[in-house]
């Protein structure tokens, strides 16, 4: 073989070796996957992060609704409920909902729910299977994971209280008085404090992730449903879906340093920073889009139109795409944040609700 011959060989098994490891990303599901709630079909749709098909559908129970995978991402959990949905209280003429009673101010309602159906299940990641569910307080909504992943914090709506749930055991080992409609939960970045904030009214408190005494109880304007965090852990971003407002916290002081006005008629639920936090994500809601802010000047530098009322959502850890759970259209939304637009819509269970990027499990 001259050496032509054998340059060319070498090439050509280089070649080969690349698409043998392209076909075995493929089959194996790419770097990570997209695990969807829905809340209506009680069942979890798993989407390939290669290229955005769906790999599975997992039966997990009643109303899954918060989502989040362990760090080696082994294990996706899931909130569940038995409390009944509710419609979304009805708009006034500027798009702000009308909050009357407990029952309207809502999605869901005490009356005739199963208790036995609440809980957080846990997915086995490789077998795409839920291996069982377990009780973790009243009415699980949404929750976050300790920085060791041995903990969840969960917000526990209908009665208005934080579970320290752990995984382990899986058992509640301490129960945090908050306020009504707890919804948002979070973990700083250091893991030292986690938060809860609670809908109704626009309570937001930071509770010590080792003694679990409440450090410090904020306002804001009503319904934050979510938080997120600077890589620093120097400021936290709460939104306030009812007036189409993003809260600013100082960590340190614990005090609202900063409100920025939303484009109209967004209805923020969720808020996300992208990897390396030079970038702020909020789902809008109502008004179908993504809207991105810069998290220095917090100048507003694109809305993203995506599927009809986004509501959670989450970012690849590469930071190239955006995924939201669109709920009335039942799909996900693929968006290209280099792009600044979205590139594929996805086909989803009934009313997705929540959205966890799983990276393969190590």
Avoid at 13 to 20: E, F, N, T
Avoid at 48 to 73: C, N
Avoid at 223 to 233: C, E, H, K, M, V
Avoid at 315 to 331: E, M, Q, R, V
Wanted: hydrophobic share 40%; charged share 25%.
């Amino acid at each position: 073989m001259n050496m032509l011959t054998k340059v060319s060989w070498l090439a050509g098994c280089a070649g080969s070796a690349m698409l043998l490891a392209g076909a075995a990303a493929a089959a194996t599901g790419g770097e990570y996957q997209i695990y969807v709630t829905n809340e209506r079909s009680g069942d979890v749709t798993v989407i390939d992060g290669a290229d955005f098909k769906v790999l599975a559908t997992i039966p997990v129970g009643k109303r899954p609704r918060g989502i989040h995978a362990s760090p080696d991402g082994k294990t996706v959990y899931v909130a569940l409920s038995g409390t009944p949905i509710q419609a979304p209280p009805k708009l006034d003429a500027h798009g702000n909902p009308i909050l009357h009673r407990v029952s309207d101010d809502d999605d869901d309602s005490d009356v005739k729910a199963d208790k036995a159906a609440d809980g957080i299940g846990y997915i086995d990641t490789a077998q795409r299977k839920l291996l069982r569910k377990i009780s973790a307080g009243s009415d699980p909504e949404e929750f976050a994971l300790s920085a060791d992943g041995k903990q969840l914090y969960v917000s526990n709506e209908d009665v208005g209280t934080a579970s320290v749930f752990n995984v382990a055991s899986g058992k509640v080992e301490h129960i945090i008085p908050v306020a009504r409609e707890p919804e948002g939960a979070g973990t700083s970045p250091d893991g030292k404090i986690f938060y809860i904030t609670c809908e109704t009214g626009g309570d937001v408190f930071a509770i010590d992730a080792r003694s679990y005494k409440v450090l410090a109880h904020m306002a804001v304007n009503p319904r934050p449903r979510s938080i997120d965090f600077l890589p620093d852990g120097s400021r936290a971003f709460v939104p306030s879906e009812s007036v189409a407002e993003l809260n600013v916290i100082d960590t340190v002081t614990y005090k609202v340093v900063k409100t920025i006005k939303l484009p109209e008629h967004t209805r923020p639920m969720e808020v996300r920073l992208a990897p390396g936090g030079k970038t702020i994500y909020v789902s809008g809601g109502r008004s179908g889009e993504v809207v991105a802010l810069d998290a220095n000047t917090y100048e507003v530098l694109n809305t993203i139109k995506v599927g009809t009322r986004p509501w959670g959502l989450a970012i690849s850890a590469d930071g190239k795409y955006l995924f939201t759970a669109n709920g009335p259209s039942n799909d996900v939304s693929v968006v290209d944040l280099g792009a600044g637009k979205e590139v594929a819509r996805v086909k989803a269970g009934e009313s997705p609700w929540g959205v966890a990027v799983v990276p393969q499990a190590r």
